[in-house]
Structures are given as structure tokens and as C-alpha cells.
């Protein structure tokens, strides 16, 4: 864990221009564009995230689907239910005392996309304790397949099934298998960046998926359910749903599947000129499989390979930067791809035609700018 001064430092150590760095404003980007964080604190106008490798609490963005709920420490209790053979129900101060757990993860919401600058993402130290370990501490039975989290906070939904549609008030929960919710870098966290988690990321506990979408990351937890069924509530099943359209076997086929693992997604996010040499930085966002590499090319010239940040982790955003000499004046586009080792590679916007809804929206975002 690096102390608090370390963080600090590295916090404001990429918005930091060289002497005789000049910043190149991307003229893609709308003219009220801005990265203003909620804590009083603006970020340079003129780029994107990231503002550093870990995203300060305050300038981190906030999706909440019912409002903010109010949950008291002091009577908050974490269950663990159902097809388990020992039922689990700590309070905090017993959850805290299980052994300690941390993660630099990366994530960005689902609806976040090129048309709104990707601006709904951050990367983040988080710590708590292992789920994996709870979950094979209460024992889960054979037919415990599903793994159910629940939110404090809830809504009413109209549900529309046989009977017709009706209202119910629903807590906000998200669902994944037995087998990803025992992979070890799950955690049930109480810490962001080094301090307490704050009430509008989760307090007093979130689930935090590495690799997986934001909406995954159930805030204000206080419930876990093993089931032997998929859970089919409407952040699993009738939102955060992507409808793409796949040539199978000569006939085209609708497929509906949930957001649940990060697309491979690149983004240029800053440019600066030194004399003659530009440098462009940017993060990619993925689901933690190992990168084979990213790439960044100037209109359609040879795509070239960009150095990593050392700081990237398995589960973090990947930091990345690309030089170039003597781009000549005009106007030009610049363009990241990334691709990983299984050889899934970033599409091209006109790739993702077929995919009906606004969700995963991971294609390559072609940036412009004039010299
Ligand atoms: N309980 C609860 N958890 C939630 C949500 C919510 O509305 N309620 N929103 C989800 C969505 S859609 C996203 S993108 C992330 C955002 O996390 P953040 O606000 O900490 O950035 O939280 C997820 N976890
Ligand atoms: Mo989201």
C-alpha cells in the first residue's frame, strides 16, 4: 500500500506540463466540454480522463439508479443467504476484522461511449475483504449456481409478466455465477484511494468486480443470495441489456445478453507538443486479459505501438503514450486500438452497426485536431 504523500504524488503527476509542453485541444470535444470533478476541483478542460492514474474520490463518476439511500453503521449488517450450508450475518465491525484485501480496478459504466467523451470511468485502490472466502466459509451447496447482491437502496419497477404488469419495490441487485463470484480478486470493499469509502461510492460496503462493468459494482451491500436460478431482475435482465444482431449460419440472430465483462476499449484522452515531437496519452479499459498491444496511428498512417505505463496493474486502466515527430499543419485525426492476448481486438465504430442499444459501446474513437 503506498502512503498517502506517495498517492498524492502520483495523483497530480500526468496533468503536469513539461517546461515549453503545450496542451493540443482535441476539436472533437463539444465547446461547454468539461471534466469538472463534484469536489470543487477542475480538471483541465481541454482533455478527458484521466486526470492520473488513480482517480481522486471526488472527481470519480457517480451512477445511482434510485438516489442516495442513508445507511447507519452503527445497525448495518451483511447477510449471506440461501443455498449455503452455514448462513453468514456479520456487522461491520466483524466484517473489517476478516483478513484485509486490495485491488487497483478500472471500470467505466456501461452507458458510457465516444458520443459522451467516456467520461463515466475511473480507476481506483480498493480494499476490504475477499468474497471468494466468505462465500467457501458459509459453504455453498451444489445447487447454489447464482450469486445474488442486493443494494440497500430501491425502486419501484412495473414488471410486466403473465399476470400483467405489475409495481413492485425492488432492491437494486445485480447476479453472476458461482464461478466468477469465486474468482479471488472479488471483494466486499470499505476503502477507496486509501480512506473510507464515501457515502456516495457505497458506504459502508460495495462489491467491487475487477474486469467486470461498473453496474456490477453493487453499492451499499447488504445482501447476498445463492440461488439455484438465474436472477432476472431489471439491472440483470430488462436494463444493462445489449441487443446485437449476428450473422449465424446464413440468417441474422438477435442476441440479448447482460453487461457484465469490460469490452476492450482504448481511448486518446490528452495531447501536448515539445517543439516538433507530440505526445498523445490515453487508457485502455478491459477485462483483464493480458494486452497484446495498443496502437495509435495519425490519419490513416501506420498504426504504431504505444509504450505502458508502469504503474498498470492486472485490473487497473491501462495508461499508455505514443510519440510523434513533425506531424505537418492541418487538420488531422489520431485513432487507438488496443488488443488482447486472446486476440480480441478494439472494432472500428462501423462494426458495432449491429448492436441495437446504447450499452458496451467499446469502438474506436477517432479524436481530431488542428496544427
Ligand atoms: N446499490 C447500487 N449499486 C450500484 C448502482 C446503483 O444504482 N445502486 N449503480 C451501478 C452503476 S450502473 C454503476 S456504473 C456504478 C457506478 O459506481 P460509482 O458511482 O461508484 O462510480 O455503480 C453501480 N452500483
Ligand atoms: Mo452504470
Redesign the pocket.
Same mark, same amino acid.
Given at each position: 500500500m503506498a502512503s498517502l504523500a506517495a498517492m498524492g504524488l502520483m495523483e497530480w503527476s500526468l496533468p503536469a506540463l513539461a517546461q515549453g509542453e503545450e496542451i493540443i485541444a482535441f476539436t472533437d470535444l463539444p465547446a461547454n466540454f468539461t471534466t469538472a470533478g463534484r469536489g470543487g476541483r477542475s480538471l483541465d478542460t481541454r482533455t478527458v480522463q484521466p486526470s492520473a492514474f488513480i482517480t481522486p474520490v471526488d472527481d470519480?463518476?457517480?451512477?445511482? !439508479?434510485?438516489g442516495q439511500?442513508t445507511v447507519d453503521p452503527a445497525t448495518y449488517k451483511l447477510r449471506l443467504t440461501g443455498f449455503v450450508s452455514r448462513p453468514v450475518d456479520l456487522t461491520l465491525d466483524q466484517l473489517k476484522r476478516r483478513p484485509r484485501a486490495e485491488v487497483v480496478a478500472g471500470?467505466?459504466?456501461?452507458?458510457s461511449s465516444n458520443a459522451n467523451q467516456n467520461r463515466?470511468c475511473?480507476n481506483a485502490r480498493w480494499a476490504g475483504t475477499s468474497l471468494s472466502a466468505l462465500l467457501r466459509e458459509a459453504g455453498p451447496l451444489p445447487h447454489g449456481r447464482e450469486v445474488v447482491f442486493?443494494?440497500?437502496?430501491k425502486g419501484m419497477e412495473s414488471v410486466t409478466h403473465g399476470r400483467g404488469t405489475q409495481m413492485v419495490e425492488q432492491?437494486?441487485g445485480?447476479s453472476m455465477n458461482i464461478d466468477d463470484a469465486l474468482k479471488p480478486e472479488v471483494l466486499i470493499c470499505w476503502e477507496m484511494n486509501g480512506q473510507p469509502l464515501v457515502a456516495? !461510492?457505497?458506504a459502508p460496503v460495495?462489491?467491487i468486480v475487477p474486469g467486470w462493468?461498473?453496474?456490477?459494482?453493487?453499492?451499499?451491500?447488504d445482501h447476498i443470495h445463492v440461488q439455484d436460478t438465474r436472477y432476472q431482475g431489471r439491472?440483470m435482465s430488462r436494463d444493462?441489456v445489449t441487443l446485437v444482431g449476428q450473422q449465424i449460419g446464413g440468417e441474422t440472430i438477435w442476441n440479448e445478453t447482460s453487461v457484465s465483462r469490460i469490452r476492450i476499449k482504448s481511448v486518446l484522452s490528452r495531447l501536448t507538443r515539445t517543439g516538433s515531437r507530440f505526445t498523445a496519452t490515453g487508457f485502455v479499459l478491459h477485462d483483464g486479459t493480458p494486452l497484446r498491444s495498443v496502437e495509435v496511428r495519425i490519419d490513416n498512417g501506420p498504426w504504431q505501438a504505444a509504450r505502458m505505463d508502469s504503474q498498470n496493474t492486472q485490473f487497473s486502466w491501462k495508461l499508455f503514450t505514443v510519440d510523434f515527430n513533425n506531424v505537418p499543419a492541418g487538420e488531422h485525426t489520431m485513432t487507438s486500438r488496443a488488443t488482447d492476448t486472446n486476440g480480441v481486438v478494439q472494432p472500428e465504430e462501423t462494426a458495432l452497426a449491429d448492436k441495437k442499444t446504447m450499452w458496451e459501446n467499446n469502438g474506436q474513437f477517432v479524436r481530431k485536431f488542428t496544427l
Open positions: 470519480f463518476y457517480l451512477v445511482q !439508479h434510485y439511500p471500470f467505466e459504466c456501461g452507458g463515466l475511473g442486493f443494494g440497500v437502496d432492491h437494486f445485480r456516495t !461510492h457505497g460495495r462489491l462493468y461498473g453496474v456490477s459494482n453493487v453499492k451499499w451491500l439491472f444493462y
